[in-house]
């Protein structure tokens, strides 16, 4: 009984894992088009820039589809650091883009 038990657990934990784990990177993914999105409206981001954001975000996407598809649909430690990297450039252009006075 006793290692039903553990399974049930560490199956639960796993799945958990697995849900959290999108949800972060769905997260940063949302919060950086919000960004974009912002910077249209307040007039900070030519649309060029805007699109230029917009397509790099979509390569990030394409990118985290292929990693899930190739791994069961989970990410390895690896992975989300490639991600998370790809992520953090991205979010220093839309920085700079927002901030070189093009939108103004």
């Known amino acids: 009984m006793s290692k039903l038990r553990f ?3 560490l199956t639960a934990a796993l799945v958990l894992a697995g849900a959290a784990d ?3 990177v769905n997260q940063r993914q949302g919060r950086q088009q919000a960004r974009i999105n912002q910077g249209v409206a307040s007039g900070r981001l030519t649309a060029g ?8 975000q979509g390569r ?16 390895n430690g690896n992975q989300r650091a490639r991600l998370e990297n790809r992520q953090n450039r991205a979010s220093a252009h839309i920085y700079n883009s927002k901030h070189n006075r093009r939108g103004y």
């Open 7 to 9: 399974t049930a657990a």
């Open 22 to 24: 999108a949800q972060s």
């Open 49 to 56: 820039e805007a699109v230029r954001d917009e397509r790099q």
């Open 60 to 75: 990030i996407n394409a990118t985290e589809a292929r990693m899930r598809a190739n791994n069961d649909g989970h990410l």
